[in-house]
């Protein structure tokens, strides 16, 4: 069956004001693993109360410590007891910005090390640092396959969260 669009409606939304972006790093991967649970009900909670000045990630990238391995050379600030890291994001508004920011940190310090141990994107090039360094790992993945000789076949995939832990543990 083949089929033809003709015609197209969208909505767009309005871009965010502001974007915050972390790195947070952490001394345990199952320190990152129950962080981004707490994280991730609290924004589930506060986005169903419609609670737009509390924390309210739009997402999460997990990096374990064979990943921060990796870019170790190019990143040396990369805290040497970090064995995981979450990259995550918000969207806000100017005038929330330091509260929810305040907010993240209170949260960080209930995971050893991790307020110590975080970089924040607080200027449009610290921004952009911390997605270079998000998009490294990859790069550095590919530019290892290559040199080897290898081929990688990968997706981005996504598991229930119940399974979540059983996936990386195998």
């Not at 790195?23 to 737009?52: G, H, L, M, Y």
């Not at 190019?74 to 995550?88: F, G, H, R, T, V």
């Not at 952009?128 to 995939?157: C, N, S, W």
Request: proline share 5%; with cysteine; glycine share 4%.
């Amino acid at each position: 069956t083949l089929g033809v669009v003709t015609e197209i409606d969208l909505n767009l939304i309005p871009a965010p004001a502001v974007i915050l972006s972390f790195v947070v790093f952490f001394q345990s991967e199952q320190a990152a693993w129950r962080f981004a649970e707490q994280a991730k009900e609290q924004s589930r909670k506060n986005r169903e109360s419609r609670n737009d000045a509390r924390i309210q990630a739009r997402s999460f990238e997990y990096m374990d410590g064979a990943s921060l391995e990796l870019v170790r050379g190019q990143y040396p600030d990369i805290p040497s007891d970090a064995q995981a890291a979450i990259y995550l994001e918000q969207e806000c508004q100017p005038e929330t910005q330091d509260m929810l920011v305040d907010q993240w940190n209170a949260l960080f310090e209930e995971y050893p090390g991790a307020a110590e141990n975080f970089w924040f994107g607080e200027t449009p090039e610290d921004e952009m640092r911390l997605r270079a360094f998000r998009h490294e790992i990859p790069l550095r993945v590919k530019a290892f396959l290559k040199e080897t000789g290898q081929t990688k076949v990968g997706t981005d995939y996504a598991v229930p969260e119940k399974h979540f832990h059983e996936m990386l543990l195998y």
